[in-house]
């Protein structure tokens, strides 16, 4: 089995199904709640494992017993975490997530603002040499080590790019692979269209370039081509960790040498059926589900 290592925040989700998202301050009934294990990072490293790679992470919690259930729902789900970090006296990343009945999600997280920055570094004895790393935003320091290992290596260095990279110096110049969310791309390059955006992104960027936008696809660069992917169509019941869900999936693709266009495609399958069922981190799917459905759906394309 190929090794993904993922680097960044995991969190302690409690989600609440509501027909709508609040508009105004006042009392409102959810039709249905559950607590699972979250965090940009952590979610890619479960859907590595339960696709059938070997997962491990890299990441700080506190002290606390958000700590303890954030540690124990990754170990649960097969993920090595005996590089967790635990910063004293500090508190975990907890989230409260309101789904609404379009199966879009609003997300309000607290954890301690210092959390990372007391956290110990990896060594390149702890990170070891995984067949990929995989990166988030939130954890900067961490993020850079981990990708100048990979470099080292000579294995790529992926990096999630949801958060304004000028508000964490450092990482994307580490990254051999970058996978931007529309929104940031835009607002990073000036240049709206996705085309055009990654162009921009190409040029500052020694790295290969991808962007993802929900419904509408992926595009990536490729030998100066710009190539792009549907997405699968489903109806969505939750999106919470879909993201995640697709950078862990194209993670162990690339880690298992596929085609570019196979991980792209593997990827939005994973994070479809991901969406398909309500509950974050319990939408993702097994290795066996994924290939099931994306042998049914390419054949109809």
Request: proline share 4%; glycine share 10%.
């Given at each position: 089995?190929?090794t993904?290592?993922?680097?960044g ?6 989600i609440l ?6 508009t105004?301050?006042g009392?409102?009934r959810?039709?249905?709640r559950?607590?699972?294990g979250g ?7 479960v ?10 992470f890299?990441g700080?919690v ?18 090595d975490?005996s ?8 508190l ?6 309101l789904?609404?009945s379009t199966g879009?999600r609003?997300i309000?997280?607290h954890s301690?603002p210092?959390?990372?920055?007391v956290?110990?570094l990896?060594?390149s ?13 939130r ?5 850079i ?12 260095g ?23 969310g ?6 990073w390059?000036?240049?709206d269209h996705?085309?055009?955006?990654l162009?921009?992104?190409a ?18 660069l ?7 992917v549907?997405?699968f ?11 995640d869900?697709?950078h862990?999936?194209f ?6 040498s596929?085609s570019?266009?196979h991980?792209?495609?593997?990827a ?12 974050g981190?319990g939408?993702i799917?097994?290795?066996d589900e ?11 394309r």
């Amino acid at each position: 089995m190929k090794t993904v290592l993922c680097v960044g925040i995991a969190t302690l989700d409690r989600i609440l199904a509501v027909d709508r998202h609040p508009t105004a301050p006042g009392k409102y009934r959810a039709a249905d709640r559950t607590v699972a294990g979250g965090g940009v990072a952590a979610n890619a490293a479960v859907t590595v494992a339960r696709l059938g790679g070997t997962a491990r992470f890299l990441g700080v919690v506190g002290d606390d017993t958000a700590g303890l259930e954030i540690t124990e729902s990754l170990a649960v789900e097969g993920v090595d975490v005996s590089m967790i970090e635990v910063a004293p006296g500090r508190l975990s990343p907890e989230s409260v997530v309101l789904v609404d009945s379009t199966g879009e999600r609003l997300i309000v997280n607290h954890s301690s603002p210092d959390l990372f920055d007391v956290a110990a570094l990896p060594d390149s004895s702890t990170i070891g040499r995984p067949d990929v790393v995989l990166a988030d935003m939130r954890w900067r320091r961490g993020a850079i080590t981990a990708l100048a290992s990979a470099r080292a290596l000579g294995v790529p260095g992926i990096v999630d790019c949801d958060h304004d990279p000028d508000s964490a110096p450092g990482i994307l110049e580490e990254a051999t692979h970058v996978i931007f969310g529309r929104s940031t791309l835009a607002a990073w390059t000036g240049v709206d269209h996705p085309e055009g955006a990654l162009a921009v992104a190409a040029g500052r960027l020694d790295a290969w370039v991808a962007v993802t936008s929900g419904g509408e696809g992926a595009w990536w660069l490729e030998e100066d081509r710009i190539e792009h992917v549907d997405a699968f169509e489903v109806d969505a019941v939750d999106t919470l960790g879909a993201g995640d869900v697709f950078h862990g999936a194209f993670a162990l693709g690339s880690a298992e040498s596929m085609s570019t266009r196979h991980a792209i495609e593997f990827a939005s399958a994973a994070a479809a059926l991901k969406c398909t069922r309500f509950g974050g981190r319990g939408g993702i799917p097994t290795r066996d589900e994924l290939e099931r459905f994306l042998a049914e759906r390419l054949e109809n394309r």
